[in-house]
């Protein structure tokens, strides 16, 4: 699929972003493990969830869609069913590492699979510390990518410290953890998004942290919880950046989740001047939440490094596009994990600003973009739904045409109405 953007006039109204997909597959999986029934409300459609719900339904999981578009999941309190075919994750590395983890601790074998990029992201990373744990598991290239096989076990007593800021890792643990009658330790070099955490405790596990560590005591099963999905901050990142950069925008973002965690392109926009407000802040279901109003404003170049990398993670393609339209230099660094997400993003976003007539410095673990009027452009998306949205963002203020485009929809389906909806 090929997007075809063309500037026409400022973001203006009231818009809402579909679901976070990270508390969607949370819902999903956490609820499937729990004891009793719960009812998901604003679950994210799109291909990536969907993967995980299809995954769940193979494992003996009862999903049921509601007159009112909410979902019901019946928990199967720790017990899955052996899957009689291969689970396919699609897309989606959330689903796969996540369901790893669900998977080390149960007594059968299964076997999970995925698209074109996802058999080549890397899976050592749950799969090694949850075979610490005594769970098998079997991979391409010693274990290391997809197509992945595990045989779950009686989990053991483990204490792991991730050399990578991950939720994806940490989740993973944290279910194997559950079904274990050992005990989890868990460090990270930096605080990854703690959707999980809240999520758990909410369920009624006990999660303890103990030198900044987290430390889970199995078996626990969660009790099933309604879950009140928000809007997913790093869809609405395109809308912040897209009227924070086009002349005369005045739009708000409505139900936008704002977990600290997940918040960091919040502090990076506001940091390069953006005017971005919050109204009405409050709660659902355990997670911040606010509608935001963003306008039209002056960006100036800023720094991106450390603590702050992991809470915007999945925003640096648009964010690196802000910087474009910047005054000034931004640097971005710590962020070698962006070579192994649905692209290698720094590369992918080096190569999207120079579609667009803008130079950027490669650095092993970031970018530096140096700011230029954009130019129209082509830009190849490389099949990645973040890189596909940043670029379209970019018509906003030029004609820009996105190839290799339909992974949109693994995140964001109804992205480009959406942005015509704001430009109309
Ligand atoms: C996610 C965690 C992040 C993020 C991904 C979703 C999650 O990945 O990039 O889109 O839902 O836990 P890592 O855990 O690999 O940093």
């Given amino acids: 699929m090929r997007l075809d953007v063309r500037p026409s006039g400022p973001l203006r109204g009231r818009i809402r972003v579909p679901g976070d997909k990270s508390i969607s597959h949370r819902a999903l999986i956490f609820n499937a493990l729990a004891r009793g029934s719960a009812r998901i409300t604003g679950l994210l459609d799109a291909l990536d969830v969907r993967a995980t719900r299809r995954c769940l339904e193979q494992l003996g999981v009862q999903v049921l869609d509601l007159p009112d578009g909410s979902v019901q999941i019946e928990g199967r309190a720790g017990a899955l069913q052996e899957p009689l075919g291969v689970l396919d994750c699609g897309n989606s590395g959330t689903s796969m590492r996540l369901l790893c983890g669900a998977l080390a601790g149960q007594d059968f074998h299964a076997v999970l699979t995925g ?19 005594g769970a098998t598991f079997e991979g391409r290239e010693r274990g290391r990518y997809p197509p992945l096989s595990v045989r779950g076990a009686e989990l053991n007593n483990v204490s792991y410290e991730s050399p990578v800021a991950s939720a994806q890792v940490k989740t993973s643990l944290l279910l194997a953890a559950l079904q274990g009658t050992g005990r989890l330790v868990f460090r990270e070099p930096h605080a990854s998004r703690d959707h999980s955490e ?8 006990r999660i303890d942290e103990q030198d900044g560590a987290l430390v889970l005591d199995g078996p626990q099963t969660p009790q099933a919880r309604d879950v009140l999905v928000p809007g997913d901050i790093s869809s609405a990142a395109f809308f912040l950046v897209a009227a924070s950069i086009t002349p005369g925008s005045d739009l708000v973002v409505e139900n936008v989740g704002l977990n600290p965690t997940r918040a960091g392109i919040l502090d990076a926009l506001r940091a390069m001047g953006a005017d971005i407000q919050l109204i009405e802040p409050r709660e659902a279901s355990g997670e911040p939440v606010a509608d935001l109003r963003v306008r039209h404003a ?20 648009v964010l690196a596009l802000a910087a474009a339209c910047a005054q000034g230099p931004t640097r971005i660094t710590d962020a070698a994990e962006l070579r192994v997400k649905e692209s290698d993003r720094i590369s992918a976003t080096v190569a999207l600003l120079a579609g667009l007539g803008v130079t950027c410095e490669e650095l092993p673990d970031g970018l530096v973009v140096h700011p230029a009027p954009l130019q129209p452009g082509r830009v190849d998306a490389l099949g990645d739904h973040r890189i596909a949205m940043a670029g379209a963002v970019a018509g906003c203020l030029v004609p820009v045409q996105v190839d290799d485009a339909d992974n949109v929809a693994t995140s964001f389906p109804g992205f480009m109405s959406l942005l015509q909806e704001a430009r109309a």
Wanted: no cysteine.
């Fill in 115 to 133: 698209d074109q990029h996802l058999v080549r992201r890397p899976m050592a990373r749950v799969t090694g510390p949850l075979s610490q744990f």
């Fill in 298 to 317: 002056r960006l100036s170049g800023t720094r991106v490094d450390g603590a702050l990398v992991p809470r915007l993670i999945d925003e640096v393609p």
């Fill in 198 to 205: 809240r999520m758990l405790r909410a369920m009624g596990v």
